[in-house]
């Protein structure tokens, strides 16, 4: 019968192999999460895209009721201008893009803010059935970005904590693997505004 005979090579290839194994399984995983935070910004830009595509009808629907509101108009299509201007790309979704982002998009949920205030002012805008309709749209897009943020906010964690579990940590840098961003609420949101009757 014949024995085996311990080889110092033949643990060097294994212990290679295993090593091997681990940083190509580890690289995947770390691809197959940033390909999720890439398709799903790609999701978030689709959603604000339609919250903006719908400003100028609501703008026009608004301004043949209330011309003389010409300031509040002007405002809201450059904070659309300025919102529509900011582009991240996918590849680079770190804190600072991403804060950039939510600056210039909550820039114009402010100025949209206003003009719904001003609507407020006129009661047979607000039976006029296109605009019932808009803001009801509006409303649908602004639901939808809050869900498609969450759901980005989700992914992202995902992919953060990958590149920081072991053994991803010791190499990700060597495969640029960098921390995404997320959503934050609006510094203010926090605070409870105070109503006075």
């Known amino acids: 019968m014949r024995q085996f005979k311990y080889n110092k ?15 190509l399984i580890s690289y995947n995983s770390l691809v197959k999460l940033d390909e999720g935070v890439e398709a799903q910004w790609a999701n978030v830009e689709n959603v604000y895209q339609r919250r903006s595509d719908l400003i ?36 680079n979704l770190n804190p600072e893009t991403i804060q950039r982002f939510q600056q210039a998009q909550g820039g114009l949920t402010s100025a ?20 019932l309709e808009l803001q009801s749209q509006l409303e649908g897009a602004e639901n939808r970005i809050a869900v498609e943020r969450r759901k980005y906010n989700e992914i992202a964690k995902s992919y953060n ?17 960098e921390k995404k961003g997320y959503f ?4 203010g949101t926090d605070v409870v505004p105070e109503v006075q009757f």
Do not use: C, M
């Open 161 to 177: 904590s990958g590149i920081r579990n072991f053994p991803a940590v010791l190499y990700n840098r060597f495969f640029r693997f």
């Open 112 to 131: 949209l803010s206003k003009l719904l205030v001003v609507i407020e002012r006129y009661p047979d805008l607000k039976a006029n059935q296109n605009f």
């Open 56 to 91: 100028p009808n609501l703008v026009s629907t608004v301004k043949a009721y209330a011309a003389h509101e010409q300031e509040t108009f002007t405002a809201v299509i450059e904070a659309r201008s300025k919102a529509s201007s900011v582009s991240i790309d996918a590849g």
């Open 184 to 187: 934050e609420a609006r510094e």
């Open 9 to 23: 090579n033949w643990t060097i290839w294994i212990l290679l192999l295993i090593l091997g194994l681990s940083v």
